[in-house]
């Protein structure tokens, strides 16, 4: 592609037509992401209906306040990640290398956040699999909470580890200055995906943190 | 179609918003307030989610067919849950006992 | 019994002749239509073949009137296939009160059934003719079918859970009994038979087989091995509560929920004690899992059902069943803390 | 009409020679024969399978191979046929070549993405074969928990790994078309100007973009409750068993639609051609198409009657059940009202299509009867059930995989097919897959459970005579393989429009250019208007 600012594939009739297409098609990759993602949410609310109790105890097992500041820090990356969409679109080069940079600080700080509270569950006993010794009220529940916990911050936190990198080589496109006002649809896209990872903690949350923490027997 | 191009200001309130929503769900979910912890912890989830989908994700600014994609998405897994939750849920509704 | 060539399978059950009757049905709805669709397709493509290269074919349509028909029309026959099907689906759900209860463990792969009487087999089931025969089955491995062609009665079998299905002989004979939930390499092992006898010859089977003590006194005994009855205190008020009467009455818990007192119940409450906790008591009972056996909570459970009624009959009976002869079996000891059949 | 002939003409066969050509092709024609070639690798594969399952069932007792073998050989005959033929089978190949080429686009939306999800498909493949190799799977296609998860000694999470990658391709596959269709047709080419074909596998699309995501994660749950040890699903550590039944017919029932909705857009297709009329009630069959992806997702739970799912349950589902078989009713009734009074030839692709119609009919209908609670009960997990998919898919979607091959041949190779061997073939097929299906709705209504290793002698007589079948349909199928790879050297030198059908992939030339056309055409009627080409060859 000789000319990146108008980089036309073949199959296509103009540009218009490419980045419709394009961007169209992230959404529908969203879709399934949304039900890749759904099969585990199915799970936790059938469980979670099942046993609020044990639920209940399992969450205040978690930490409220790191998830409290990962959550923060996931909306923060949406925000810097959202300006450098902009930044892309005016054409402002540095600003959106900058943007990008800051993003995935911000992930890079999440995964870390992430991985510390999971160490501290392992420690505790509380990973099932591995280190699995609560003893305390209905364990087998309580061991299914755990299990969906890690499933579906593992899957998420994979998102956010793919996110990484597609972010990183983003960054370095645009350091080389592949985008333009013309032309940013790839920096559209990664934020696209970018905002669904943070969807997705939008929603894990509250599920985890927040909805069964006054349950307690 | 031009594309619209939203500012970082715009971008700032929606970021303060969600911030400011996130600090609330906290709190309330320090608290028992009984079934409706659940209540207020989803109802604000699908406020910030909405936000993010909307302004973060442009579908405020994007073609009927995007946003039909999002619909599409988020119905399916409601018919996911809505009928595997009419199993789960519904024992006891018809007199067979147990079934 | 077992010709060698059948078109038919037996019709050995109440259910059977009117699900065949619905099978009738579906067949003449299924007869009617593909001769309608196979003798049009015929018909046309005789009719119309092609006879030059540069044949006008005829006016192309699209006609409302005619969508609806075919839409409607089988549309409703359909309706008719759902109420029926719904209601002999009903009549397969809901066993009949007088029912006389069999249990059955599923497992990999073998099917033993426990009468309450105390007999077991295995692979076998005997039953009288003209009773309705009550199943709660579970499993202690895999999910299992319990299958029998001839009374058109089939249900999963599950580990960790109570299902139940039931059925009416109408017909003296030996039946197949299959799994038929795929369940590991001898899957197809999996097969027994169903034994319908006579009133009075099943009497005298119930008799002489080397049944033992009833499933309840079992269970009693078990209960006292396991030193229950230590703090589910029938004389005095316990540390936990007393299990006379409980069983199908409404239990209040501590988070307030009430629930039925069923089979599923007492089967959590002695495998998970600390999920659902009597309002009153506190959560101190140790969890009995990996301890008793599924066919010792069987057992457990017929005591706690005899508890129930003990206030009324006295002693754990069904029915009409004569009492049984006393003493021609062998106790048998609790079995060994069963062994987790994971790998 | 052109009048040059094939050889001086570049095309996309002849544009580029070489391995690598090949291997690194972004042209969706290509492509579609990669798949092509590696889909009949895995038909052939699960099709010696097949064979050994009938020889086994031949004779009562277990004496040919042992029931491991056994449960393995069935296990992988669903497995590689589900997931490795049937889902990919028309999509990926005809749809591949011929979504971009009826709608008049130079590609698909994405070519890149198409040779990626080749390649994934291609890993998925190698991750079930080398589990195979390994020593196999005996969970069934089905993998039910908890066997699959602790008590199968064989290689599930290998199998279900490549399962779950073999998804990402069917999924990639479904967005490059939904984002085709939408955005790449030829000018003035409107939805209701669209051939059927594109409508169904719009609808297919749909399926695989909204359903595959959900079995792929179920699967990911069995592997890594089955690799960690986890209850996720196990009731002996705190799981459902029953929740895993859901997640995976939430897929694996739509499934059934990715797999035969590509067969009815081939059916209207052929039919329309084969009579010279447009196909009666265009938009009916057309939403029907549409109806059946949507309404087939809420249906799952007819699977699961017998399973102890809620009595509430089973009654919505069964009675949504019966929904989804009205517009598949309205496609059968109109495909017959095409029929009437057109001009019908008996080309090979019209007598599968023949085919294809009486026997989806059947097992239409015998869907029904399984929707039906109370019979449902007696039948399920028996050979009714086999029978009846059998009917659908292998009566459905292979008939109309082979009406479309037969249809489209002459445009994919430049070479004519032997049309008397592929007439006698479709007859054979026809013949052997009634004999082999039919005797299983007997057995199933007998009692015979399916999976059954060894069976008592009473069902012999049906096995014996669905085992003579299978013979016949094995060699039904051996011989277009054998004429389809002879006609590619010998075969006549098709023209480019040999049926004298009006769609867009027939106006260019056979086989076609890299490019499909070489000036984008421009589309002024409906679809299926043969008025045009009278016109065309007079003027």
Redesign the interface.
Known sequence: MANHSLALRHQFDDVEQQKDASTFGMWIFLATEVLFFGGMFCCYTVYRSRYPMAFGNASNHLDLILGAVSTAILIFSSFTMACGVNSAATGAKNALVGFLSLTILFAAAFLVIEMSEWHMLYKEGLMPGFNFTYKEFDPGHVQLFFCMYFAMTGLHASHVTIGIGILAVMAIRAWRGAFGPEYFTPIEISGLYWHFVDLVWIFLFPLYYLIARHLQG | MAEHIVTKKQYSYVFATLLLLTFITTTVGMMDLGRLNVVVALVIAVIKALLVVLFFMHIYWSSKLNKLTVVAGVAWLALLLWLTLTDVLSRGWLPFPGK | M????????DQASATAV??DH??AY?LI??VI??TL??S??FF??VK????SG??????????LP??IT??VI??VL??V??T???????????PPDDAMNIYVVGK?WMWKTQHLEGQREINELHIPLGRPVRLTMTSE???H?F?V??F?????V???????AWFNPTKPGKY?L????????????M?GWIDVMEPAEYERWLAGGAGGESLASSGQKLFEYLACANCHRTDKPGRCPNLTGLFGSKVQL??GETV?A???YVRESIL?P??K?VAGYQ?IMPTFQGQVSEEDLLQLIEYVKSLAKQPAQGAPTLGAIPPRLAGRGITRPPSAPAQ???? | MITATVETRDNYLTHEYGVKSWLLTKDHKRIALLYLASISFFFFLGGIFATIIRLELLTPPGDLVSAQTYNKLFSLHGIIMVFLFLIPSIPATLGNFFVPMMIGAKDLAFPKINLLSWYIYMAGGACVLYAMLEGGVDTGWTFYVPFSTSYANTYVILTGVGIFIAGFSSILTGLNFIVTIHRMRAPGLTWFRLPLFIWSMYATSLIQVLGTPVVAVTILLVAVERGFHLGIFDPALGGDPVLFQHLFWFYSHPAVYIMVLPGMGIISEVVSVYSRKKVFGYRFVAFSSVAIAVLGFLVWGHHMFVASQSVYASLVFSFLSFFVAVPSAIKVFNWTATLYKGSISYDTPMLYAFGFIGLFTIGGLTGTFLATLGFDVHVTDTYFVVAHFHYIMVGGTLMAYLGGMHYWWPKMTGRMYPEGWAKLSALVVFLGFNLTFFPQFILGYLGMPRRYWAYPEEFQVYHVLSTAGASVLAVGYLIPAAYFIWSLRYGKIAPDNPWNAPGLEWQTSSPPPPENFEITPVVTSEAYDYSILEEMKVG
């Open positions: 077992n010709p060698q060539f059948q078109l038919f399978p009117h699900l619905l099978t579906l709805v299924a239509f593909s669709i196979f049009l397709i046309f493509a119309y073949r092609r006879r540069h044949e006008r074919v005829g006016e192309t349509g699209h006609a005619l969508e075919w839409t089988p549309f359909m309706m296939m759902f029926w099907g719904a209601r002999i689906f009903f009549e397969m759900s809901r990999q491995d895999v999910i079918s299958y062609p001839a058109r009665v089939k249900f999963d599950l580990p960790g859970k109570y299902t139940t197949h299959f799994c038929a939930e795929y369940c590991g390499t001898l899957h197809s092992g097969i501590t988070t039925t069923d089979e599923a998970n600390g999920a906790v959560n987790n059949p994971k790998r």
